[in-house]
């Protein structure tokens, strides 16, 4: 038991029937960190985060969260937001965020004034006495955002929680992420977003096929897939740079307005690409080798073992 | 312990508050009110219209004599002499007239009458009460004064002799006697009735709670804060009070009715609304047996709940458990012809069973004292043993979507839950 983690798997294993969820998994998370776990449709982050949150029990392993295994007060202090999206939809936003805040064991007229106060920042305050199913489903989410927070969990297990979002709303539940973080909240987000993730998380845990492939602080695995030779350069260049279509050398190319972000095939040094630049006479402004991004790394070993 | 009752106060409101539950609650009593009702008043209607009837009579005294009956002065049947000529062509003449509704019908009395010759009405409406409650009455004095005349008595005696011999039946109870109409069997009947329907009824309610989950998609979100038999627990009581408090709802504006009713003037001849058998042990047993009635199924029906995705696969699935609900329902009737017999005995024991029919067989008065501990004890035992499946296959089964589980998996489900 180590208090200064908040979650910590040990060996897990769990398959439904014939097909492996989840097989030999470790994971450990230390408490005030965002962390984003990572993975192909299918992998088992769902079944992991299930797992942590004991709605399904492991067939191997063991489980402890925020200091021990998890107990019923345990489970007050964690706020969850199911990749499922779904509300009562008959009952009315305010009293079904009480509800939800009472289930997490906050006294109900706190619940109540707590559900306004966040209704009230997430612009939702005129909808507070609506039926869910009045609302869109936008508004349904955020809805579900504040349950999760609303009894200042020590621990934020979201699922996707950007998923189907428009821009702004993302930013506000970015920013409220970060905060509960700054409150000293531990975070574990799963996504497909690799942007998101990068600009989010200090740690990254990625599952393959049932198994991790990366763990660690994204400065590691940025520093480790550096080490392994993965690189991304950064290109400016007259022209559209007709030499990029070179399927043997480049992988793909994302453009940033000011500059390319160009990913490289597996073992293509850059060097060859300055070189193929050279060739079709194109102008370059700029050339700079940089770690690969999170995308490329996750592709990679998305890609390794196949 | 907050937890649970913040389940039960959401399932109590979001089903007291709907819109169907006012609805029915209002109008429940209103149908059951006109199906006392209406059946009293149209008998009433019935007797006040009068009925007119020719008589064709062979022996030319009985006629005189029906116009001194009680019925015909008190103005509920009118008869008419029958036009002279042929018998047969008169029948046949009157049998028109009934026809193009210009009588009620006609009574044939033939010659013989006074040596065991059968007198014979025939009418469009030959309902029970009319015939036997009024004409046969009628017909019978006449017949016996122009008997009694014949043997040559005064009228006097005469009319001694025709009167017709009152033959009342009274219940024994424990508590003394009470005149008998049938209001036994009724109440018995209803009674087995009502717990029929609210089993049914919030049975049905508890399969739609026990599916929203599933269809609000909101199940992990409760999972991750509650434990599936709290889940489980909050909705069945919440759904339970929701039924008290129909039932309570009911049983004051009945009451109201009948104390009503008891005082009115159209119903001072329902003698069946007086001498009601219903005593408060009955109301209490009763209530016992609503309780554990609607215990026992909402366990069963729950299963069914989170065995189904939606709630149109629910409602096929409940199909068997509602099948176990309809069995005694049939059953009533053995009962109510026998309730000592060893038949209704066993039966009414079975739990599944029980609480639709031991209440018949209590308010026949067919119970032991000792049966009481005795089913009861059967029926906790068989609510605990459903809550212990149904918990298992709720836990299991609320986090399967789409798939629905084969028996042998659901075998499984129980036995490692």
Not at chain 2, 210 to 236: F, Y
Request: with cysteine; net charge neutral.
């Amino acid at each position: 038991m180590d208090n200064n983690l908040a979650i910590q798997l040990e060996n897990i294993y769990k398959a439904y029937g014939t097909k492996v969820a989840v097989e030999g998994l470790d994971m450990r998370l230390p408490r005030a960190t965002i962390c984003g776990l990572l993975g192909p449709n299918g992998a088992g982050k769902t079944t992991t985060i299930r797992i942590i949150l004991d709605i399904i029990g492991p067939d191997r392993g063991s489980v402890e969260v925020l200091g021990g295994p998890l107990t019923p007060e345990t489970r007050d202090r964690i706020g969850y937001l199911p990749e499922e999206r779904g509300l009562y939809a008959k009952m009315k936003v305010l009293e079904l965020l009480t509800f939800l805040g009472e289930l997490k064991a906050t006294p109900r007229r706190l619940a109540t004034e707590r559900s306004a106060d966040w209704l009230e920042r997430l612009d939702l305050a005129d909808w507070a006495d609506k039926k869910v199913d009045e609302l869109s489903r936008g508004m349904q989410q955020k809805v579900q955002f504040i349950s999760t927070v609303l009894h200042e969990p020590e621990l934020l297990i979201l699922d996707e929680p950007f998923a189907g979002l428009d821009p702004l709303n993302v930013d506000t539940l970015k920013e409220i992420v970060l905060e509960q973080k700054r409150r000293g909240a531990t975070v574990l987000f799963s996504t497909h977003n690799m942007d998101q993730a990068e600009r989010l998380c200090e740690r990254v845990v990625m599952i393959k096929d049932a198994r991790k492939v990366l763990d660690g602080t994204l400065a590691e695995i940025k520093r480790q897939a550096w080490l392994e030779g993965q690189r991304q350069v950064l290109l400016a260049v007259e022209g559209e740079g007709a030499f990029l279509d070179d399927r043997s050398l480049v992988r793909s190319v994302e453009d940033r307005g000011t500059h390319k972000a160009v990913s490289l095939q597996d073992g293509v040094e850059p060097q060859r690409l300055l070189e193929a630049a050279m060739r079709s006479g194109t102008v370059v402004h700029r050339f700079e080798v940089s770690e690969p991004s999170l995308h490329d790394i996750f592709v990679t070993r998305a890609r390794a073992r196949e | 312990m907050n937890k649970l009752l913040a389940v039960i106060r959401r399932e109590y409101l979001a089903r007291v508050r709907s819109k169907w539950f006012i609805i029915t609650t209002l109008l429940a009593p209103v149908f059951l009110v006109a199906a006392m009702t209406i059946p009293i008043l149209l008998a009433v209607r019935q007797a006040e219209r009068s009925v007119v009837i020719s008589v064709v009579d062979e022996t030319g005294k009985v006629t005189a004599e029906l116009l001194k009956t009680d019925a015909f002065r008190e103005g509920r049947l009118r008869f008419r002499p029958a036009p002279g000529g042929d018998t047969e062509s008169v029948l046949q003449t009157l049998r028109q007239r009934t026809l193009d509704e210009q009588l009620a019908g006609y009574l044939y009395v033939p010659a013989d009458v006074l040596e065991g010759g059968r007198v014979e009405y025939w009418g469009r409406d030959i309902g029970q009460t009319l015939v036997r409650a009024t004409v046969r009455p009628a017909v019978t004095s006449a017949v016996r004064q122009v008997q009694a005349r014949a043997l040559g008595l005064d009228q006097a005696t005469a009319e001694k002799l025709a009167q017709p011999v009152a033959v009342e039946a009274y219940r024994v109870t424990e508590e003394g006697a009470a005149r008998e109409e049938g209001q036994t069997v009724i109440t018995a009947h209803i009674l087995g009735l009502v717990i029929y329907m609210a089993v049914l009824l919030y049975g049905a309610m508890m399969l739609r709670a026990a599916v929203a989950e599933k269809t609000s998609k909101m199940v992990e979100i409760i999972l991750s804060s509650l434990r599936p038999w709290q889940l489980m627990l909050g909705k069945t009581l919440g759904v339970g009070a929701v039924g008290l408090t129909q039932m309570a709802v009911w049983l004051g504006i009945l009451g109201l009715f009948l104390v009503y009713a008891g005082s009115a003037q159209a119903f001072a001849d329902a003698e069946f609304l007086k001498n009601l058998p219903v005593g408060f042990d009955t109301l209490l047993l009763f209530m016992g047996l609503f309780l554990t009635g609607y215990f026992l199924y909402s366990g069963m029906y729950a299963s069914v709940g989170a065995i189904a995705s939606t709630e149109q696969e629910a409602s096929q699935l409940q199909i068997p458990v509602t099948l176990l609900v309809v069995v005694p329902l049939f059953v009533i009737p053995v009962v109510l012809e026998a309730p000592r017999s060893d038949a209704s005995l066993v039966l009414s024991w079975i739990p599944f069973f029980t609480p639709i029919l031991f209440i018949v067989r209590y308010v026949l008065g067919a119970v032991a004292i000792w049966e009481i501990p005795l089913v009861f004890s059967l029926q906790i035992v068989t609510i605990l043993f459903v809550a212990w499946v149904g918990g298992r296959i709720y836990r299991v089964g609320l986090l399967m979507t789409g798939k629905r589980p084969t028996l042998p998996e659901l075998v499984r489900w129980i036995r490692h839950g």
